[in-house]
């Protein structure tokens, strides 16, 4: 169980009672770890993850078996002494993955990978410990670069991928993520990610279009969190969105284990930076020594997602979450929150700072089921963090981060 909630770019504790089971999840690309400066950005990636509060954290650009160790000891481990494990870790051809995880959030059933002509695809079969919940997670670090030849060369990649999400059981819950180096969702390996079929992968959050160099979607770009060259890593600043996760149709019916969509960000990122560093002008999602940490630690931002589960299940049957959206987010002025209930009961939808003070009151009362949609307008509120949460009577708490611009 994750002891912290969210707040858009980072996740803060709040005195909240919890109505849902909630764990976070992260993949980040670490740059080479260890390489020759493992050492010097061990501290800034403990910050990082500090702030962040991963409970499960799947890794690219691991250097062999030895990398992940150094980064277990030297970051994970000192960072939260004894919480940690290291998943069986697969030593393949260039760069590996490599997953975390705090706190025996999960038990590893199984575990292996595919092959492809480039770089494998590691995957694990989790059973969450309090949900009892299982998925199978894959990793992926698909090939760079721009133009045909690299697009066909990642789409003989997922190929592998896809023929293995479709002879998955029916209704098992998957989630793809990694360093998937695509520029826009036209792009045929992306299409076939996306496209119908058991193995069909959607996007949480519905961002598809053209990411590259495209500041209408700076708010999830991931990398790179850089201009100036130092430490290897791409230095062309805040302009594309390669880092990603996807996930399967069972985890976002609103039924048992989901993943949270609201929750999904791109830890560090305020809108703010397209085509500039993480740093450049200040940061308005993260402190300002986060921001530094992963300007230091990797070229890429981590991003981050909850998963969720009913804590109760009545007579047998799934619990149906509530369920929170918001748009436009970031914003300013005023963020429009959409409600679904599914069913009658007493709702109750408040706002809540980073230190977990309630600084809005949106809702309190007996409703029918259904859809409505509610306008936050706040006024004398500084720019920066926010969590919407919405509880309904005997049902799974939903979360919404929220970021106001200056």
Known sequence: ??????????????????AAGELTFANWNLLNFPGTTGAARAPYFRTALAEAAPDLLVCQEVLSASGAQHFFDDVLDILEPGLWEMAPFHDSYDTDRALFIRDGVVEVLD??????????????????????DTLRLYSTHL??????????RRLAEVQVLRADLDALPPQRAFIFCGDLNIYFDTEPAYQLLLSAGPGQLFDPIGQTGYWHDNASY???????????????????????????VLVSAELLDGLGLDVLPATYLAFGQDGNHFNQSIINGGNSAVPPEVANALH??????????????????????????????????PFNPAVRLAVDL??????????Y??????VANLLDADLP??????TWRPANLASGLYLARLDLDGAPAATARLLLLE
Do not use: C, Y
Request: glycine fraction near 10%; aromatic fraction near 6%.
């Open 369 to 374: 089921a259904g859809e409505r949609t509610l």
């Open 296 to 329: 230091e630690a990797s070229d890429h931002l981590p991003v981050l997602v909850d998963l969720g589960w009913p804590t109760a299940v009545a007579d047998g049957a799934p619990a149906v979450r509530a369920r929170l959206a918001a748009w436009p987010n």
């Open 111 to 132: 575990w292996g990978w595919l092959d492809t002509d480039l770089r494998d695809i590691e995957w694990w079969d989790l059973r969450l410990a309090a949900a009892g």
């Open 353 to 358: 700072d980073t230190r977990g003070r309630r």
């Open 143 to 152: 090939k760079a670069g721009s133009g045909s030849t690299e697009e066909q």
């Open 218 to 244: 700076a708010p999830i770009h991931t990398q790179s969190t850089r201009t100036s060259s130092f430490g290897g890593g791409a230095t062309g600043g805040m302009d594309d969105r390669f880092d990603q």
């Open 342 to 351: 599914p069913r009658a009961g007493h709702a109750r939808l408040a706002v």
């Open 1 to 18: 169980m994750p002891r912290r909630f969210a707040a858009l770019a980072a996740l803060i504790l709040l005195s909240l009672p919890a």
